[in-house]
């Protein structure tokens, strides 16, 4: 997606050779404009797959997903909560997610109510990176039943193989911008 590449390589920000940093358009003020024309290019990329729901983990996925949602006709979107809430009384699915940027590890969590065997499922995230959030992403709707139909990253990082790895396993990947390597403060796109 050439807008989106252009304004990587305008806005975004490298530290070190592994993180970008994207907090002017993506994680921390929000570009709407930008977002719904990755709404609408993740609408056009999974058309015709009978998406019935979008799939995210807090915090920054779900304005991606919310925009997302709107051009695949208003499908829900559903994130998965990397703590449990008091207010999360009812059963939920979980998976163990490590957190590449903090550090950390969570147990993202969603409600079984909202993912059933007749979902098709498309998981969108802002970044795919060593695949953790989309492999327990992918987890939730494995124990809920329902089908996933691909994952959708607006930023690849291809160096750390996260992508490769959802691909082996059997996973329709799409990323609106691939990043082949982040060196002296330079981002290269594949
Ligand atoms: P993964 O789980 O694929 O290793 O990493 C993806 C998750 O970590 C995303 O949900 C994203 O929030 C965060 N992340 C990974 N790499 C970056 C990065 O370079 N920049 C930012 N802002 N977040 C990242």
Redesign the pocket.
């Known amino acids: 997606m050439e807008i989106l590449k252009e304004r990587i390589i305008k806005d975004g920000v490298a530290?070190g050779t592994?993180?970008?940093?994207?907090?002017s358009f993506?994680?921390h003020q929000i570009d709407v404009v930008l977002l719904s024309q990755i709404g609408a290019e993740f609408a056009r990329i999974f058309a015709n797959c009978g998406v019935t729901k979008i799939l995210t983990?807090e915090?920054?996925?779900i304005p991606i997903a919310c925009f997302a949602a709107v051009h695949f006709g208003n499908v829900p979107v559903v994130f998965a909560k990397k703590a449990a809430p008091s207010t999360m009384t009812e059963e939920f699915y979980g998976a163990e997610?490590?957190?590449?940027?903090?550090g950390t590890v969570s147990v993202a969590r969603i409600s079984k109510k909202y993912l059933s065997p007749e979902d098709r499922v498309l998981i969108v995230?802002?970044?795919?990176?060593?695949?953790?959030?989309?492999?327990?992403l992918a987890s939730l709707v494995k124990q809920a039943g329902a089908q996933l139909v691909g994952v959708g990253?607006v930023?690849e990082?291809q160096f750390?193989g996260?992508g490769k790895k959802l691909t082996e396993a059997g996973v329709r990947v799409e990323s609106l911008a691939v990043i082949k390597s982040i060196k002296d403060g330079n981002i290269e796109f594949a």
Request: aromatic fraction near 8%; avoid cysteine; glycine fraction near 12%.
């Open positions: 530290i592994e993180i970008l940093k994207v907090d993506l994680n983990i915090a920054s996925g997610v490590k957190s590449f940027t903090k995230d802002d970044f795919l990176a060593h695949g953790e959030a989309a492999f327990g990253a930023i990082k750390q996260g």
